[in-house]
């Protein structure tokens, strides 16, 4: 007997596709363009030769600390947790507990510290480095791809992303610092001699450079070092004409570029090329130039307040020599409010004058 073959039910139609969105016409947006500054806090980037000071120049920046290359455990900073109660506890295992650590900080806004310090830019280089080798499954950087450049080009990429992390932590107010170590290397010049040149200790290369990515990236560069130098003695009781090294032990933070290192300064408010580092507040000079450079996002007005706080006084001597007092200071806000040349003026010379002992 033939087993009866069910019919098939009849198919449903098809259910209709839904009509294309109209796209929307092209919105106009110029009431919402404006011109003005975001007040953001920099980006830095210190770098110099071991022990110069470059963590306790970021310490007195009120930064809080991922001591990645756990090198600065006798001085006293703030340190991130990343494993609380274990024998490494402030030191993060792997890249990816770096990265967890960055959007912690943005959620809790750094936990009041103003800044983040990475110590150091090389020891994140190499962090990433391990990163990508656990994930490609390969034992070197330059086996990546099957070599050619491509893992160091892959470390850079990979840098570009953690520093979009980075810029989020700075869009909620925080400033962040990468502390580098410096290196001598010689450079080809293609216009004359060769010569020695301070750079930062991680990769960099014709078509490749981890270092380029951090300076173009960062607002202020500064290279710290020792004021010292050479010079050949020229006395008759000497035959050795060699020359001999001298230092005075003052430390200096250079922020123009020169021949002998790189540095830049992105900020609009003035800085000299060369800063002489204090030993009881080493970040007191940039922290001014930090604060006016965000303070000139507000009124011109709340800029002078502003800066009348910082001085201190009642009565004051500007840097021009003019002896002046804050109720005159303030009159002047009311009688010239609508006269911005006049206004700046005001703000330059206060600028520019120290805060007033107590």
């Keep these: 007997m033939t087993t009866p073959v069910p019919s098939k039910a009849p198919s449903a139609p098809p259910t209709p596709r839904p009509a294309a969105a109209v796209p929307p016409?092209?919105?106009?947006?110029s009431k919402l363009i404006v011109k003005r500054r975001l007040g953001l806090p920099?980006?830095?980037l210190i770098y110099g030769p071991p022990g110069v000071g470059k963590t306790t120049l970021?310490?007195?920046a009120n930064a809080?600390?991922?001591d990645i290359e756990a090198g600065s455990g006798q001085i006293e900073v703030a340190r991130y947790p990343f494993?609380?109660?274990?024998?490494?506890?402030?030191k993060p295992r792997d890249y990816d507990q770096l990265c967890a650590a960055v959007d912690n900080l943005k959620a809790h806004r750094a936990y009041g510290y103003d800044a983040f310090a990475i110590d150091t830019g090389d020891a994140l280089e190499a962090m990433i480095h391990r990163h990508l080798c656990t994930k490609h499954k390969v034992d070197s950087i330059e086996k990546i791809g099957g070599g050619y450049g491509k893992g160091f080009r892959a470390a850079i990429e990979e840098l570009r992303r953690f520093q979009s992390r980075l810029d989020e932590l700075r869009l909620a107010g925080i400033m962040v610092m990468i502390i580098c170590h410096a290196q001598a290397v010689t450079f080809k010049n293609p216009e004359g001699e060769d010569f020695d040149r301070w750079t930062l200790k991680v990769h960099a290369s014709k078509d490749v450079s981890f270092s380029a990515q951090l300076i173009e990236w960062s607002d202020i560069v500064g290279f710290l070092h020792f004021e010292g130098g050479s010079k050949k003695l020229?006395?008759?009781?000497s035959r050795d004409t060699r020359a001999r090294g001298w230092s005075t032990n003052r430390r200096l933070l250079e922020l123009a570029r020169e021949a002998a290192w790189d540095a830049k300064w992105r900020l609009t408010t003035p800085m000299p090329a060369q800063i002489k580092i204090e030993a009881a507040h080493p970040w007191s000079q940039l922290a001014g130039a930090i604060a006016?450079?965000?303070?000139?996002a507000l009124p011109i007005d709340a800029q002078i307040k502003l800066e009348l706080d910082r001085i201190g006084a009642e009565q004051f001597t500007t840097a021009a020599g003019n002896v002046t007092t804050r109720a005159v200071i303030e009159e002047l806000l009311t009688t010239h409010k609508s006269d911005a040349a006049t206004l700046s003026r005001v703000l330059a010379g206060l600028a520019s004058t120290p805060a007033q002992e107590s």
């Design 58 to 60: 970021a310490a007195d």
């Design 292 to 296: 006016r450079e965000r303070n000139s």
């Design 25 to 29: 016409g092209p919105v106009d947006l």
């Design 42 to 44: 920099p980006r830095v």
């Design 83 to 90: 494993n609380p109660g274990e024998a490494d506890e402030f």
């Design 64 to 66: 809080l600390f991922a």
């Design 234 to 237: 020229t006395d008759d009781s």
